[in-house]
Every structure is written in C-alpha cells, then in structure tokens.
C-alpha cells in the first residue's frame, strides 16, 4: 500500500509562489482562496536577518481531526492515506474547517462547497502525475512519492534530512515534513 508524502525544504524554497499558481490553475482554484501559500517569515535584526519560506497547505494528517467531525462522511481517508472530500454527501456544515488545526480549509465564494488541497488526487496522481504544486517548483524544494518505497526519493530524503512535522505535538501525524531552514541569521 502507497503511503503519499511531501516534503517542502525550506532551504531550497525561493518564495516564488509557482506552487500556489500552479495548484490555483490545474484545480481551478478561485481568486480569494487558496488550496497552499508559501508565506515568508522574516526574523532578526538588520543586518543579520533571515527569511523562512513556509507552506501553507493541508498536511494529509493521518489522524485527521476534520475527518473525525464531518458528519456525513464526506471528509475521508484514502487508502494511500490522503485526505478528501466527497462533494456529493458534503452539507457545507464547516465543522471540518473548525476542527483543522492547520487552517487549511476554505468555503469557495461561488459554490459554497468546502475546499482543500488533495494532493491533486483526482487529476494528476491518478494518471502518474506529481501534484502540479511539486511539478513547476524551479529550485525542486518539493520532493513527493511513495514513503513506503525504501528506494523513493522522499523515503531517502527522509530518512538522511533532519525534518520536522508542522504542529507535530498535535499528534495529528502530518504527511507534509518540512526540511527547516538553516539560511541566514541564527535565530536569537
């Protein structure tokens, strides 16, 4: 069984955004809302500053809190362990916004129905495609597959790069590991 993982490596990140406009593009994304962000973080004091490019975005939590609310069964699991959401039995309650600690859920303005990012499940790794976000990065800060396959880039990368799981003391078990940034000024 595949079990789908992403790495974002802050070092690598440039902050351009293609992530964002790709995934707004290939998932039809409307201005307003967005499935990720890449926002930057900048700390010290001149002249020793240093930026952080963080991704903002769903994390694929393994134990996920918003999957555990919804009550229609709309939000579920995968058997690669990505999270979704069936738009057909969804009721727009927004329970699954207010129970996702990441605030990675969002209400699209036209529709009304709940938005997120998938992975690009449907439409790219269903035919064996990298998620878009993944396939335009320019600096290859993005690194996805299988982490269930020993030999796969991001298993690799996983197991030789320290790392670490935004909010991990949830115990929500993201599936998105950051790779921290060592650029710049040391924190103080």
Partial sequence: MKKYTMIHDENLCIGCQACSVACRSENDVPRGVYRLQVHAKMSGTFPNLKTDFIRHSCVMCEDSPCVDVCPTGA??????????????????????????????RYVEP?????????????????????????????????????????????????????????????????????????????DE
């Fill in 75 to 104: 939000s579920f699991k995968t058997a690669e362990n990505i999270t979704l959401l069936d738009h057909s039995i969804c009721i727009s309650c927004k329970y699954c916004i207010l129970a996702c600690p990441y605030d990675a």
């Fill in 110 to 186: 036209s529709s009304g129905e709940i938005g997120k990012c998938t992975f690009c499940y449907t439409n790219r790794l269903s035919v064996g495609q990298e998620p878009a976000c993944v396939s335009v990065c320019p600096t290859d800060a993005l690194i996805f597959g299988d982490l269930n396959d020993e030999n796969s880039q991001v298993a690799k990368t996983l197991k030789t790069s320290p790392h670490y799981y935004p909010k991990a003391e949830l115990l929500t078990r993201p599936q998105l590991a950051m790779i921290a940034n060592t650029k710049g000024a040391k």
